[in-house]
C-alpha cells in the first residue's frame, strides 16, 4: 500500500506563472488535507475535502488559490500567477475518513514550490 | 478553535541525555492530541498519537508524551536520545467530534550533539 504520494517534489515558477501540484492519497482514504509550511514557520490548515467536496477552506487565500478533489484522479492545488511569497513547502495528508475514524493524518513528502 | 503552543523553537541536547520537548494547547472541547517528526526535505510521520484512555502514550522508538488535562500539556521525552533523533517535531491538536482538522503548532527543532 503506497503511502501519500505528491508531485512533483520540486517546482521552480517564475512570477506570474501557474503552479499545479498533485496529491494522490493513500488507497481507501477519502479525505484531503492541504498544509502549507513556510520557512521558519509551522504548518498551516490551507483547506480540508473529500470526494468531490471541499468541506473547509478557511485557511485558503482568497485569491489566485484553488483546489479539488475529482471522483478520479488526485487533488490538485493550484496556485495563480505566483508570487515571490508563494514559496514555501505545500504537504498534503490524507485520511480514511473524517470524525472519530480520521484521527491521524497520513502526510506525502511535500512539494518545494520555489517561485524566481 | 483550538491552537497549540510549542515554546521552544530550538532544543539542542547531547547525545545519551534526556530531552522533553514542551507543548501546551487551547481547546473548549476534548481533544485527541499528536506528535509528528519532520526529518530533514521529509514530510511528517506521525510519531505518536493520544486518543483516550491511558494518559502516557509511548512510540516504538523510545519517545513518549503524557496527556496532562489540568495543564493542558502533552509534553514529549525521552530519556536519553540519539543522533539519529535530530529533527524537527510538530505537535498537533484536533477537537474530538469535530471535522478533525489538526491545528499545529509552529514546530521544534531537536538538534543533538556528539
Not at chain 2, 545519551?16 to 519532520?38: I, K
Not at chain 2, 505537535?91 to 531537536?110: D, H, K, M, N, Q
Request: aromatic share 12%; charged share 20%; with cysteine.
Amino acid at each position: 500500500n503506497a503511502g501519500v504520494m505528491q508531485n512533483p517534489r520540486h517546482l521552480v515558477r517564475r512570477r506570474g506563472q501557474e503552479a499545479r501540484l498533485r496529491c494522490s492519497p493513500m488507497k481507501g482514504h477519502s479525505h484531503v488535507y492541504w498544509y502549507r509550511q513556510l520557512p521558519e514557520e509551522g504548518l498551516k490548515f490551507m483547506v480540508y475535502l473529500q470526494k468531490e467536496n471541499i468541506i473547509d477552506e478557511s485557511g485558503m487565500p482568497k485569491e489566485r488559490f484553488s483546489a479539488e478533489f475529482p471522483k478520479e484522479g488526485p487533488s490538485i492545488l493550484r496556485i495563480q500567477q505566483v508570487v515571490r511569497g508563494d514559496s514555501a513547502a505545500y504537504f498534503c495528508a490524507s485520511s480514511p475518513a473524517g470524525g472519530v475514524l480520521g484521527t491521524e493524518a497520513f502526510f506525502g513528502q511535500g512539494t518545494r514550490l520555489t517561485v524566481v | 478553535a483550538q491552537s497549540v503552543t510549542q515554546l521552544d523553537s530550538q532544543v539542542p541536547v547531547f547525545e545519551e541525555a534526556p530531552v522533553e520537548l514542551r507543548c501546551n494547547y487551547s481547546s473548549s472541547v476534548s481533544v485527541y492530541l499528536f506528535w509528528y517528526v519532520q526529518y530533514p526535505n521529509q514530510g511528517l510521520q506521525l510519531l505518536l498519537k493520544y486518543l483516550s484512555g491511558s494518559t502516557l502514550v509511548e512510540s516504538i522508538n523510545g519517545f513518549e508524551a503524557e496527556f496532562n488535562k489540568s495543564q493542558t500539556s502533552f509534553h514529549l521525552r525521552k530519556p536519553s536520545v540519539h543522533i539519529s533523533d535530530t529533527a524537527e517535531y510538530f505537535c498537533a491538536v484536533s477537537e474530538s467530534g469535530g471535522s478533525y482538522i489538526p491545528t499545529f503548532g509552529r514546530g521544534t527543532s531537536l538538534i543533538v550533539h556528539p
